[in-house]
């Protein structure tokens, strides 16, 4: 059973930083694209970074400069480190895996999801 389980979340002020961690269980993640999202009240999901193995990369706009997506492949487990976290990114963030050979930024695109956690982010 390929299970995904996000860790990491709170509560910290504007300026703050946070670090998500996602354990992958029930496969072997290597060769899968890693993403993470996330979702506000009222709002649809919406992509924030993904990784393909350990050097593709790829950035919401809203996040570059600012969020880190990297992996531990032997492990299995994806790192999302959030820094200069501003209220506007209080959200539910999720994990995401997809056996896609590129980097996708639509949820539609991702096979196994994680039942996220809350980051909440205070001015």
């Known amino acids: 059973q390929v299970q995904l389980v996000e860790s990491g979340g709170g509560l910290v002020q504007a300026g703050g930083s946070l670090r998500l961690s996602c354990a992958a269980s029930?496969?072997?993640?290597?060769?899968?694209?890693m993403g993470w999202f996330r979702q506000a009240p009222g709002k649809e999901r919406e992509f924030v970074a993904a990784i393909r193995w350990s050097v593709s990369t790829d950035y919401a706009d809203s996040v570059k400069g600012r969020f880190t997506i990297s992996r531990d492949i032997a492990k299995n487990t994806a790192f999302l480190q959030m820094n200069s976290l501003k209220p506007e990114d209080t959200a539910v963030y999720y994990c995401?895996?997809?056996?896609?050979?590129?980097?996708?930024?639509?949820?539609?695109?991702?096979?196994?999801w994680g039942q996220g956690t809350q980051v909440t982010v205070s001015s």
């Open positions: 995401a895996a997809t056996s896609r050979l590129r980097v996708g930024t639509a949820p539609s695109e991702y096979e196994y």
């Open positions: 029930g496969r072997t993640f290597g060769s899968y694209v």
